[in-house]
Nanobody, 113 residues
Framework: VQLVESGGGLVQTGGSLRLSCAAS????????MAWYRQGPGKQREFVAQ???????IYADAVKGRFTISRDNAYNTMYLQMNSLKPEDTAVYYC????????WGQGTQVTVSS
Protein backbone atom coordinates (compact mmCIF):
# COMPACT_ATOMS: atom_id res chain seq x y z
CA VAL A 1 0.00 0.00 0.00
CA GLN A 2 1.37 3.39 -0.97
CA LEU A 3 0.09 6.39 0.95
CA VAL A 4 0.38 10.02 -0.11
CA GLU A 5 -0.48 12.86 2.24
CA SER A 6 -1.48 16.34 1.12
CA GLY A 7 -3.11 19.47 2.46
CA GLY A 8 -0.45 20.75 4.79
CA GLY A 9 0.68 24.35 4.86
CA LEU A 10 1.10 27.50 6.90
CA VAL A 11 -1.85 28.76 8.91
CA GLN A 12 -2.37 31.25 11.72
CA THR A 13 -3.41 30.29 15.22
CA GLY A 14 -7.10 29.47 15.26
CA GLY A 15 -7.15 28.52 11.61
CA SER A 16 -8.11 25.26 9.93
CA LEU A 17 -6.60 22.77 7.52
CA ARG A 18 -7.78 19.50 6.06
CA LEU A 19 -5.22 16.82 5.40
CA SER A 20 -5.79 13.99 2.95
CA CYS A 21 -4.15 10.58 2.71
CA ALA A 22 -4.65 8.89 -0.64
CA ALA A 23 -4.02 5.15 -0.86
CA SER A 24 -2.84 3.26 -3.91
CA UNK A 25 -5.39 0.52 -3.39
CA UNK A 26 -8.81 0.02 -1.94
CA UNK A 27 -8.94 0.87 1.75
CA UNK A 28 -12.22 -0.89 2.45
CA UNK A 29 -10.29 -3.93 3.66
CA UNK A 30 -7.90 -1.94 5.83
CA UNK A 31 -9.11 -2.38 9.38
CA UNK A 32 -7.30 0.55 10.90
CA MET A 33 -5.87 3.77 9.55
CA ALA A 34 -4.30 6.52 11.59
CA TRP A 35 -2.62 9.90 11.68
CA TYR A 36 0.60 10.55 13.55
CA ARG A 37 2.73 13.67 13.83
CA GLN A 38 6.29 14.60 14.64
CA GLY A 39 7.04 18.08 15.89
CA PRO A 40 10.46 19.70 15.80
CA GLY A 41 12.79 17.92 18.20
CA LYS A 42 10.03 15.55 19.29
CA GLN A 43 9.22 11.89 18.83
CA ARG A 44 6.45 10.82 16.51
CA GLU A 45 3.14 10.75 18.36
CA PHE A 46 -0.32 9.38 17.80
CA VAL A 47 -3.00 11.84 16.70
CA ALA A 48 -6.08 9.84 15.71
CA GLN A 49 -7.21 6.54 14.29
CA UNK A 50 -10.30 5.25 12.53
CA UNK A 51 -11.51 1.72 12.04
CA UNK A 52 -13.09 0.30 8.92
CA UNK A 53 -16.42 0.66 10.72
CA UNK A 54 -15.82 4.35 11.37
CA UNK A 55 -14.95 4.21 15.06
CA UNK A 56 -12.54 7.03 15.86
CA ILE A 57 -10.11 7.54 18.71
CA TYR A 58 -8.21 10.75 19.38
CA ALA A 59 -5.23 11.85 21.39
CA ASP A 60 -6.21 14.11 24.27
CA ALA A 61 -4.24 16.99 22.74
CA VAL A 62 -6.50 17.14 19.67
CA LYS A 63 -9.83 15.90 21.02
CA GLY A 64 -12.63 18.29 20.16
CA ARG A 65 -10.55 20.11 17.53
CA PHE A 66 -9.60 17.42 15.00
CA THR A 67 -11.88 15.04 13.13
CA ILE A 68 -10.69 11.92 11.35
CA SER A 69 -12.72 10.36 8.57
CA ARG A 70 -12.34 8.00 5.65
CA ASP A 71 -14.02 7.64 2.30
CA ASN A 72 -13.64 4.09 1.05
CA ALA A 73 -15.09 5.03 -2.34
CA TYR A 74 -12.15 7.38 -2.93
CA ASN A 75 -9.55 5.32 -1.05
CA THR A 76 -8.80 8.38 1.05
CA MET A 77 -8.55 9.23 4.72
CA TYR A 78 -8.89 12.77 6.03
CA LEU A 79 -7.97 14.82 9.06
CA GLN A 80 -9.97 18.01 9.56
CA MET A 81 -8.02 20.26 11.91
CA ASN A 82 -9.74 23.25 13.49
CA SER A 83 -8.68 25.76 16.14
CA LEU A 84 -5.06 25.11 15.33
CA LYS A 85 -2.39 26.01 17.86
CA PRO A 86 1.36 26.60 17.46
CA GLU A 87 1.97 23.31 19.28
CA ASP A 88 0.20 21.51 16.42
CA THR A 89 3.16 22.40 14.19
CA ALA A 90 4.57 19.11 12.93
CA VAL A 91 4.99 16.80 10.00
CA TYR A 92 1.80 14.75 9.79
CA TYR A 93 1.97 11.16 8.63
CA CYS A 94 -0.77 8.74 7.71
CA UNK A 95 -0.51 5.07 8.54
CA UNK A 96 -2.37 2.01 7.36
CA UNK A 97 -2.30 -1.33 9.13
CA UNK A 98 -2.59 -4.01 6.45
CA UNK A 99 -0.53 -7.04 7.27
CA UNK A 100 2.04 -4.58 8.57
CA UNK A 101 2.36 -0.86 9.04
CA UNK A 102 2.55 1.34 5.97
CA TRP A 103 3.47 5.03 6.15
CA GLY A 104 3.20 8.02 3.90
CA GLN A 105 5.99 10.52 3.37
CA GLY A 106 4.40 13.19 5.54
CA THR A 107 3.03 16.69 5.03
CA GLN A 108 4.21 19.76 6.93
CA VAL A 109 1.77 21.76 9.03
CA THR A 110 3.01 25.03 10.47
CA VAL A 111 0.86 27.13 12.80
CA SER A 112 2.08 30.65 13.38
CA SER A 113 1.35 32.55 16.57
Amino acid sequence: VQLVESGGGLVQTGGSLRLSCAASRSISGIVMMAWYRQGPGKQREFVAQISSGGTAIYADAVKGRFTISRDNAYNTMYLQMNSLKPEDTAVYYCQANYGGAYWGQGTQVTVSS
